[in-house]
């Protein structure tokens, strides 16, 4: 992958984000608008998508891949919360933020920006094994998450069975048995599910760009602590966690596809957990909009100083 290529992609995803930004500006987008776009992507066009990547495959893959990644995506979702955390207090963060930016730091946008990337860079069929992250992602989310979450309130953090078996999920579940048991599928009925599937990227990036749009702009910028963490997410912790990477993956195709999705910036999910859960919804804001701007110069600069691309 030439760098020239990434930045090339990264500006074609980011120009529609601003797009996005600049169609909520005008009233085209709202929130109503936003919360139905993005039913449709998450329950409709990501989970066809991520089926597409198996239905479409025009060689056979090992699938030792499958494997490798579920068990890197494994360990990476059981140690990653427990370094999060333990970096946050030791840095002696305020107690009721210090779950917040655990959170922060350990799931990152892999469905909204992670996937448009991957098919970006690598093409839709290596997004099978992005959906295999993703299953790991929506485990760890729904329970070591949720802990995070109720971290010093003394409450019970539980995990629903309701919220990982979301369409995303089951998608991805219903990918990796077509792909261990492969089916004949129409042509018409591939050809549709393409289609449906292909608005995925440009839906998200539109999405991020509106939901950037809706926070309040001057209150991003006020609180040092959360430059600080940016710097650290986007260039410290892509940096040590590609050395373990090669360690541990000898295939350059996987490890670049899981490297992608972990140093993607910080993911919505972070809003969606704080405001359920009564946390610092402000800091989760904050977060989402200082890492997704600066994603677009740490994403190449890391790539570059690793000479990844």
């Not at 990152?108 to 996937?115: D, E, H, K, L, Q």
């Not at 492969?182 to 449906?196: E, K, L």
């Not at 608005?199 to 006020?222: C, K, Q, V, Y």
Request: hydrophobic content about 55%; aromatic content about 12%.
């Amino acid at each position: 992958m030439d760098i020239h290529v990434l930045i090339a992609q990264m500006i074609q995803l980011f120009l529609i984000m601003f797009c996005g930004y600049g169609l909520f500006k005008l009233g085209i987008l709202n929130p109503e608008v936003d919360s139905h776009l993005t039913r449709l992507m998450v329950n409709v066009t990501m989970p066809l998508i991520i089926l597409n990547s198996v239905l479409t495959r025009t060689e056979a893959d090992d699938s030792s891949r499958v494997i490798t990644v579920f068990l890197v995506s494994l360990v990476v979702y059981l140690l990653l919360p427990l370094v999060s955390f333990s970096a946050v207090r030791l840095l002696h963060l305020p107690q009721n933020q210090q779950g917040v930016y655990a959170f922060m730091n350990t799931y990152s946008n892999v469905g909204f920006m992670g996937f448009p990337m991957i098919t970006a860079l690598y093409g839709e069929q290596a997004l099978l094994y992005a959906a295999v992250l993703n299953i790991l992602f929506n485990l760890s989310a729904y329970s070591i998450g949720v802990w995070m979450m109720h971290y010093g309130s003394g409450k019970k953090s539980g995990l629903s069975l309701k919220a990982i078996l979301n369409p995303g999920m089951i998608g991805s579940i219903l990918a990796l048995l077509l792909y261990f048991f492969p089916v004949q599928v129409p042509a018409p009925v591939t050809g549709a599910i393409g289609s449906i599937g292909g608005l995925t990227s440009p839906l998200a990036m539109l999405l991020i760009g509106a939901n950037l749009a809706g926070m309040p702009f001057r209150e991003m910028f006020n609180d040092w602590k959360i430059y600080i963490f940016t710097a650290l997410k986007q260039l410290l912790v892509p940096i040590l966690i590609w050395p373990l990477l090669c360690l541990t993956i000898s295939d350059a195709y996987i490890r670049g596809i899981i490297f992608v999705l972990l140093s993607m910036p910080v993911g919505n999910t972070v809003v969606l957990f704080a405001t359920q859960y009564k946390k610092d919804q402000v800091l989760a804001t904050k977060g989402v909009f200082i890492t997704t701007l600066f994603s677009l110069v740490s994403i190449p600069l890391v790539f570059t100083i690793l000479h990844i691309a």
